[in-house]
């Protein structure tokens, strides 16, 4: 269902991979899905499919393009994970917001699918580094509508709330091992009243609970989140 494809980056100065997985029929909206720390893997190449089958034009762009383009790790292998952790550790997250606001454009301007000249909204989706950038997006770019799951360092970014102009949805998982109850509890005391964000806390489940496959899917909370995350968007977006 899906294909590589570039998009220019925002300087016009070199281009990037994206997976991009397309609706059969006309795509009335389009989500960004923004991939964790391992890349754009089999998981991220699934949600995009599953987004796609439900009729969007779904774009996962390659965040580690600039010192490791096209790395696809699996965060069941500890050599992998720690792989992942590494290149978390040299990424700019200011970089990846022009790499989302970059994929906003090409999605607008029609550059991605052929003979298409205008594709409505566009959304975005994150998942741990993803997340974070999903908030950092709604603070700072025009996306229509944007969904974090499990997004690391949100709370040191609440500075950032007041510029919030389109939905912002946050999924937080109460046991995760990368986001204490400090930062939650942060996260809900600075964007717990602002009329654009909606967060939901799901009791006792980890980082990654909501992951395509591997072993840290739960089932049930997955199902719980990303039906939310489906009528937030058809709502927003449709």
Not at 104 to 113: C, D, Y
Request: aromatic fraction near 10%.
């Amino acid at each position: 269902m899906g294909e590589m494809v570039r998009i220019t980056a925002l300087d016009g100065a070199a281009d990037f991979g994206a997976y991009m997985a397309t609706p059969s029929g006309e795509a009335k909206a389009a989500i960004i899905v923004i991939p964790e720390i391992f890349g754009i893997n089999a998981g991220i190449r699934q949600k995009c499919d599953k987004l796609a089958a439900k009729g969007y034009l779904a774009v996962a762009p390659d965040l580690f393009w600039r010192f490791a383009p096209g790395v696809e790790l699996n965060p069941d292998v500890e050599e992998e994970l720690n792989e992942a952790f590494g290149y978390f550790q040299n990424y700019d997250a200011d970089n990846g917001v022009k790499d989302i606001e970059a994929s906003i454009k090409a999605i607008r301007g029609g550059k991605l699918v052929d003979g298409v000249a205008e594709i409505g909204k566009v959304g975005c989706v994150g998942y741990c580094l993803g997340g974070k950038l999903a908030y950092m997006a709604a603070a700072r770019t025009d996306i229509d509508a944007s969904v974090g799951y499990y997004g690391v360092g949100i709370d040191g970014m609440i500075g950032e709330a007041d510029a919030i102009a389109n939905p912002l949805m946050l999924h937080i998982p109460t046991a995760d091992g990368f986001v204490d109850a400090d930062a939650q509890a942060a996260m809900h005391k600075g964007l717990g009243n602002h009329g654009k964000v909606t967060l939901y806390d799901y009791d006792g489940l980890d980082h990654g609970f909501a992951t395509e496959i591997g072993e840290r899917r739960d089932e049930e909370g997955a199902a719980l989140a990303d039906k939310r995350t489906a009528e937030f968007f058809a709502e927003h977006l449709f």
